[in-house]
């Protein structure tokens, strides 16, 4: 199951630098390729304000 990035995102950036496969792009809101994620949670552990969550 895929993480998901919800409006909440404040596109600090933290979760890029974490993502093990690159799934992760910048936007107004980052966004988590569903494709590429491997479900590992490690964005989610390091986001800041709670945004990244599984699908």
Known sequence: ???VI???CVACGTCIGECP???IS???IYVIDPTAC???GTC???C???AIHPE
């Open 38 to 40: 491997t479900s590992c």
């Open 6 to 8: 919800t409006d909440d």
């Open 1 to 3: 199951m895929a993480y």
């Open 21 to 23: 496969v690159g799934a």
């Open 44 to 46: 989610a552990e390091v």
């Open 26 to 28: 910048e936007g107004d």
């Open 48 to 50: 800041p304000s709670e």
